[in-house]
């Protein structure tokens, strides 16, 4: 049996459980860690869980889900579960170097960190530290600051394991790198993943992070992911949640950009319980390209808050955002973007969209884009709209012979297709599109392996080819 405590947030103080239990989850900590994780839980001990008095958090509320007893496992697995058991990605053709994650602990079949042909090491973050010190403190905790939220400090000072990416100067790793986060588990767990991603100068990295449930037990997963890229670097960064009815994940990814580095991330949204991305880009180079793009597709009473800052601090930078969404049933929708351009940060272009559709009375949107600029040579816009599907558009269709349900499935699938096709991956794309239509029918479920496994359990035919639109 490995080491298991029980914790409800609202009984025991989470500082006070994290002290009692400090010298099971950091036995075996590196200095530089245990310090982070010391200073961590004294600033949650401050924030404590965010609650819907702060401002960026008034419209998502983690008080039902904290509102339960969890098991967190202090230490991992004795045994190791074989990841082919586990998962097997089932889109053909799709080559990936795949890295799995069971419960918030990293599966391997001959050592927890590889070494790739090109020098990209990738595996176990606590692994890294041990074997590569130097890159690990020279970046661990430097952009994931505690002071962001108590969700952050409190990831910092529980964290379990996650995954080490670092790509040496001038490689370009040939094959997307594949993160897949498992929960499987008759337990309600609480989960702390946290990720290091270092890109050398002049490389790129394309990789695919997907979270997925095997059950519907209710769960706790807050998730933290520290980017960094170094100068005329590239990331392509694609997320994909498939999550349970149960579920809560509070996610929050954090990138840092020197001269001339580009990134371009799609959050895609298909399933969950209660979600939360956060986004903060903070470009610190000049001459950076930044695009982040997300779509969510939300019905019943799911919920989806999606975060967005982008930090424009150098001069000559590109940002651009493009958020779109479509609620039904009794489904919520936040979105928040902030985009802030220094003093110095002259000749930059920014641009914020977050579009909406209502398909119930009930269902509702919350969007707030929002500019803060203190420079004056600046190309900055924003805009969110909320509305139905066009009544006129219907009406179009529908005299073209298209019955209704079609009629708004093809509306609704044009209205996705602007995010899908920013895919850069041909072979992703294709498949997120199906899984897009899936969707929009009402089939997509949680998936028994794999977010991109997708099966037809109803037997329901789309008369009309959507590729074709």
């Known amino acids: 049996m490995n080491d298991q405590n029980n914790l409800n947030p609202l009984q025991e103080s989470t ?17 530089y860690v245990a310090a982070l994780r ?36 202090i230490q991992p697995p004795e045994e190791q579960a074989n990841p082919r058991s586990i998962f097997r990605c089932e889109i053909h053709n799709f080559e990936t170097y795949l890295f799995t994650q069971l419960n918030g602990w990293n599966l391997y079949e001959q050592a927890p960190l590889t070494t790739l042909p090109d020098g990209v090491i990738v595996g176990s973050l606590w692994e890294a530290i041990k074997k590569y010190p130097e890159i690990f403190e020279t ?17 910092t000072a529980f964290a379990q394991d ?26 309600a767990l609480f989960i702390q993943p946290r990720h290091l991603i270092v890109v050398g100068k002049n490389s790129k990295l394309t990789l695919v992070h997907c979270d997925d449930s095997t059950k519907e037990e209710r769960t706790f997963i807050n998730s933290v992911t520290e980017v960094f890229l170094d100068e005329g670097s590239t990331m392509d960064h694609y997320k994909m949640q498939n999550k349970d009815a149960g579920s809560t994940v509070v996610t929050s990814l954090f990138i840092h950009q020197k001269d001339h580095s580009s990134v371009s991330t799609h959050t895609l949204t298909l399933n969950g319980g209660t979600l939360r991305n956060e986004v903060y880009a903070d470009l610190q180079g000049n001459g950076c390209d930044t695009q982040l793009n997300g779509l969510y597709l939300v019905d019943k009473k799911q919920h989806i808050d999606n975060q967005v800052y982008v930090n424009h ?9 493009l958020y779109k969404g479509i609620i039904d049933d009794e489904a919520s929708a936040v979105f928040n973007g902030h985009i802030e351009v220094q003093r110095d940060a002259q000749r930059t272009s920014a641009f914020q969209t977050n579009r909406n559709i209502l398909l119930s009375e009930n269902a509702r949107v919350t969007t707030k884009p929002f500019l803060e600029i203190y420079a004056d040579d600046v190309k900055c816009s924003h805009g969110a709209t909320v509305g139905q599907l066009d009544p006129d558009a219907m009406f179009y269709i529908r005299s073209r012979g298209i019955c209704e349900r079609n009629a708004r499935m093809l509306l609704m699938y044009a209205f996705a297709a602007e995010v899908i096709q920013k895919i850069n991956i041909g072979i992703l794309r294709e498949r997120v599109d199906v899984m897009v239509q899936k969707r929009l029918k009402g089939e997509l479920s949680i998936c028994d392996q794999c977010v991109l496994h997708c099966k037809d359990e109803r037997g329901i035919t789309f008369e009309i080819d959507m590729t074709k639109v």
Do not use: C
């Open 139 to 155: 970046h661990y905790g430097k952009y994931a600051r505690n002071e962001f939220n108590g969700m952050v400090a409190l990831n």
């Open 38 to 73: 010391q200073k961590a839980i004294a600033s949650f001990e401050e924030q404590g869980f965010p609650t819907q008095k702060l401002e960026a958090w008034k419209n998502t509320s983690l008080e039902t889900a904290l509102d339960k007893e969890y098991v967190f496992d």
């Open 313 to 321: 601090a150098k001069p000559d930078n590109t940002s651009k955002q």
């Open 162 to 187: 996650g995954l080490f990416i670092y790509v040496p100067d001038n490689i370009e790793v040939k094959k997307p790198i594949q993160m897949v986060n498992i929960v499987q588990s008759d337990e």
């Open 15 to 31: 500082a006070d459980f994290f002290r009692k239990h400090i010298a099971h989850i950091g036995k075996n900590d590196h200095p």
